[in-house]
């Protein structure tokens, strides 16, 4: 008999858009919003004696499914489901002899090509543990979250081909000891510069995907999402006022380089340490003037646009970690 404790979320890469996979990873998703999308269809005509919409002029019509993974960073196992999130990826590469391996993953401009099959094991109220699975899985959103009293976080948005019930549950399988990054090891730095005045920081990548390429083919199966409009890469830092330094960078109006880095205090080897590195080469802070309170130290919000310079990626995500693949 299973439980609500014996819920969980599992991935694994496709061959093919669309085609379902065997999960072979379980990450833990912290909520569950996997929702079917569904349009209906009625038709509405002068008849004698029609009390409202008649049954067999009204149709369910299945237009796939949406869901959003939301988990805490680990030091591993990020890889395989970060390859196919941005649009580019570079695989693990050994760090002089060492059992460190760096892995990178950038935005580009066609998007994230490649497609996932997601599981949700879901338990009824009768003790029966229930499959939900979601093929055809691309991403279209990302985010990133640093906050006090918090682990980095990491959101995923997909739009999935279709939700069906009829392929069978994987065995959940977890990446074995691997831990989450705490606030206390984040820092974040300015155009290269450690600045210590931050208490929050969060970036959001909307990626541009067309998701509703559907056609006149005698079903409802949609084509594959692709770029079709301009990614909106922004961001936001949270900070004391401590000087007229962050103040200064909103109202100049100069692009800067802004990075959220996240390194554990225990090594892999050497010098090689567990982290997650998100570089933003060419950010334009939007705001804002301080705010001064009575009951709390002067604060300031710099929300910024992520840019792109033409020579570096809009977006870098850089993991060091034991993985030596994704």
């Avoid at 990826?89 to 059992?99: E, H, R, Y």
């Avoid at 979250?145 to 994987?170: K, P, W």
């Avoid at 309170?293 to 034991?322: G, K, Q, Y």
């Amino acid at each position: 008999m299973a439980s609500i404790f014996d819920q969980a979320l599992q991935v694994a890469v496709e061959s093919t858009y669309g085609t379902a996979v065997s999960p072979t990873r379980a990450y833990e998703g912290q909520s569950d919003d996997w929702q079917r999308d569904v349009e209906f269809i009625s038709s509405q005509g002068f008849r004698d004696g029609m009390q409202t919409t008649r049954s067999d002029r009204y149709d369910l019509v299945s237009l796939g499914a949406t869901g959003t993974v939301q988990l805490d960073f680990l030091n591993k196992g990020m890889g395989l489901i970060l390859q196919h999130a941005l649009g580019a990826s570079v695989a693990p590469a050994q760090q002089g002899g060492t059992a460190a391996y760096l892995a990178s993953f950038s935005t580009n401009d066609t998007g994230p090509a490649g497609s996932y099959t997601w599981q949700m094991l879901r338990t009824d109220t009768g003790g029966t543990s229930r499959c939900f699975t979601y093929e055809g899985c691309v991403a279209t959103n990302l985010s990133f979250e640093a906050a006090l009293g918090s682990n980095v976080n990491m959101s995923i948005t997909y739009d999935a081909e279709t939700e069906q019930t009829s392929t069978g549950a994987a065995t959940p399988s977890y990446v074995a000891s691997s831990t989450p990054f705490p606030f206390t090891t984040v820092a974040i730095e300015i155009d290269d510069s450690a600045v210590t005045n931050v208490t929050g920081a969060s970036i959001d990548l909307d990626l541009g995907m067309k998701t509703d390429r559907r056609f006149l083919q005698g079903s409802a199966t949609k084509g594959q999402p692709q770029r079709a409009s301009v990614p909106a890469y922004s961001g936001n830092l949270t900070a004391e006022f401590s000087s007229l330094a962050d103040y200064n960078n909103f109202v100049a109006g100069a692009s800067h380089k802004v990075e959220i880095i996240a390194t554990q205090g225990t090594a892999i080897s050497g010098s090689y340490y567990p982290y997650v590195h998100i570089t933003c080469p060419a950010v334009r802070f939007e705001g804002s003037s301080p705010v001064a309170s009575l009951d709390d130290l002067t604060t300031i919000e710099l929300p910024f646009t992520i840019l792109d310079n033409r020579s570096d990626a809009a977006v870098t995500v850089a993991t060091m970690s034991t993985d030596t693949s994704f």
